[in-house]
């Protein structure tokens, strides 16, 4: 019961780590260089989280897209209860990460199609008419 109690933390661990508070004190081995260079990389992942949960949404009916989700989640949580050093957490849950960032390049793609097709409709083009674009 006490690994139950403890998966909501674990979740925000395994995904956000490291915090913000962590990003402008200085480390012992990285110095305050490096924690800001591990904050903008956090940021990064910041972004393609939101950016994956768009792909996700494109692809909500595609079993793969799931099962892809829930390697990511199970390795992000799985990390999140049993790593207790953030830089290890770090490092560890980068295989994770790339999963995580080919999902919100899906996003990203999704996002600039439906901008391109919001777009061409205020000029008065039809979807079809725009190359690349997808009707989703």
């Given at each position: 019961?006490?690994?139950i109690?403890?998966i909501?933390?674990?979740?925000?661990?395994?995904f956000?780590?490291?915090?913000p508070?962590?990003w402008?004190?200085?480390?012992?081995q990285v110095?305050?260089s490096?924690r800001?260079l591990?904050?903008?990389e956090?940021?990064?992942?910041y972004?393609f989280?939101?950016?994956a949960?768009f792909?996700?949404?494109?692809?909500?009916?595609?079993?793969?897209?799931?099962?892809?989700?829930?390697v990511?989640t199970?390795?992000?949580?799985?990390?999140?209860?049993v790593?207790?050093?953030?830089?290890?957490?770090?490092?560890?849950?980068f295989?994770?990460?790339?999963?995580?960032?080919i999902?919100g390049?899906n996003g990203?793609?999704?996002?600039f199609?439906?901008?391109?097709?919001?777009?061409?409709?205020?000029?008065?083009?039809?979807p079809e008419?725009i190359p690349?674009?997808?009707?989703?």
């Open positions: 019961t006490d690994i109690r403890h909501p933390r674990a979740i925000v661990v395994g956000l780590a490291p915090f508070n962590m402008f004190a200085a480390g012992r110095g305050s490096g800001l591990a904050g903008f956090t940021l990064l992942s972004m989280e939101c950016l949960l792909g996700l949404w494109r692809e909500r009916t595609n079993l793969s897209a799931w099962f892809i989700f829930l990511i199970l390795g992000a949580v799985a990390l999140g209860l790593v207790a050093n953030i830089g290890a957490l770090y490092r560890l849950r295989p994770f990460w790339v999963l995580l960032i999902c390049a990203a793609v999704y996002l199609h439906r901008r391109a097709i919001v777009a061409s409709a205020s000029n008065g083009l039809a008419a690349g674009t997808v009707q989703s």
